[in-house]
């Protein structure tokens, strides 16, 4: 496989996170969706496994309705082989349901990358806990 993409690591998954924390803070649930394999996996707590871009797409359009506002991400350790990498940390996910209070719910989350034939990475798989 040709190496198109020549960036290290980290700074390919630090760009790729960056997208998907701006794409959550801008409601853009299509943006988020673009940033999944196609036939990727959410685990999402208390909820059947989602699979598939589109499938995950409605998942974050649903959570943007519901007042999803931020998200932070804490990375803790990074590791890869030639074509998955993986990443795991803390989260801090911030919503403000219409009328009601803030919430903030903290945990910690998992998630693995696909490496694309053009050397960019997308999530494939992604698990995310509360209480962390």
């Known amino acids: 496989m040709t190496d198109v993409d020549a960036r290290p ?13 701006a794409a959550l803070a801008g409601a853009d649930a299509d943006e988020i969706a673009s940033l999944y394999t ?20 409605r998942f974050w359009r649903a959570g943007l309705d519901a007042g999803i506002v931020a998200l932070r991400l804490e990375v803790a350790r990074v590791d890869d082989d030639t074509r998955l990498a993986y990443e795991l940390g803390s989260y801090e ?3 403000e349901p219409g009328a009601a209070e803030t919430i903030v719910d903290r945990g910690s989350y998992v998630l693995v990358h696909a ?8 999530r494939c798989v992604e698990i995310f806990t509360p209480g962390g």
Do not use: K, M, N
């Open 115 to 122: 490496r694309q034939a053009d050397g960019s990475w997308h």
């Open 38 to 57: 196609a036939d990727a996996t959410l685990l999402p707590p208390d909820a059947a496994p989602i699979s598939g871009r589109e499938a995950i797409g």
């Open 93 to 95: 996910l911030r919503l």
């Open 9 to 21: 690591l980290a700074q390919a998954l630090a760009e790729t996170r960056e997208a998907f924390v």
